[in-house]
């Protein structure tokens, strides 16, 4: 079972535009939500994270929205440029037996056209 | 600051053989992962190091696989004997502590088995 589930599979933006990628998650013992951008080869490495005691999250033009009520969090890409092209995973994690464990959703590729 | 490596980059073994993959974390860090990223979807956790203590591998099909950390520092994920199914890029990650928060990636050991 997919406890993170994650939409679109691909995004295709032009440059400057705005790219939007959405996951949802049923466990609500998680209590931490991160994004983790991967190039081709190379590991993941986290973008942004958001506890869901807040509803935003901003760092430059990487936004994180966040749905309590919903289980539900987006992150937004303001001014999406060709250097953001890769893959996106949310991820999510909470605590009790599973601390630590990172659950991924199946990520989102994003191509940014120039 | 060193990143987490790992080795080997590649490795190409056919189904029944057996393979190892090394793992050296950032130094200082107390936990260390194993994940599993099959094509086309997020990394799954496969066990959970904190020191040189297994906290979860409830997810590591333990009849073919196992993993070591030693003396709280390097890694070693062994799988014999390999089946098809196992073809995936192996990604080794650190973090200061259990818990959420920054995991840090390595750049993986992709496996293909034949």
């Known amino acids: 079972q997919q406890q993170v589930k994650q939409s679109p599979q691909s995004l295709i933006v032009q440059k400057g535009g705005i790219s939007i990628i959405n996951c949802a998650y049923e466990?609500?013992?998680?209590?931490?939500f991160p994004w983790y951008q991967q190039f081709p080869g190379k590991g993941p490495a986290l973008l942004i994270a958001?506890?869901?005691?807040?509803s935003e999250k901003k760092e430059g033009r990487f936004t994180i929205s966040f749905n309590k009520s919903a289980k539900q969090f987006s992150l937004h890409i303001m001014d999406s440029q060709p250097g953001d092209s890769a893959t996106y995973f949310c991820?999510?994690?909470?605590?009790?037996?599973?601390?630590?464990?990172?659950?991924f959703g199946r990520g989102t590729q994003l191509t940014v056209w120039p | 600051e060193a990143g987490v490596a790992q080795s080997p980059r590649y490795k190409i073994i056919e189904k029944r053989q057996s393979v190892a993959f090394w793992c050296n974390p950032i130094s200082g860090h107390a936990t260390l992962y194993w994940y599993q990223q099959i094509l086309g979807q997020g990394p799954k956790l496969l066990i959970q190091?904190?020191?040189?203590?297994?906290?979860?591998d409830s997810q590591l099909p333990k009849d073919r696989f196992s993993a070591e950390r030693l003396k709280g520092v390097d890694s070693t994920l062994k799988i014999q004997p390999a089946k098809l199914e196992d073809s995936a890029v192996y990604l080794c990650a650190s973090s200061l502590k259990r818990g959420p928060g920054e995991l840090f990636f390595g750049e993986g050991s992709r496996l293909t088995v034949l």
């Open positions: 991820a999510a994690t909470g605590r009790g037996s599973t601390l630590g464990r990172l659950y």
């Open positions: 190091f904190q020191n040189n203590g297994v906290v979860d």
């Open positions: 958001i506890r869901p005691d807040v």
């Open positions: 466990n609500t013992a998680f209590d931490y």
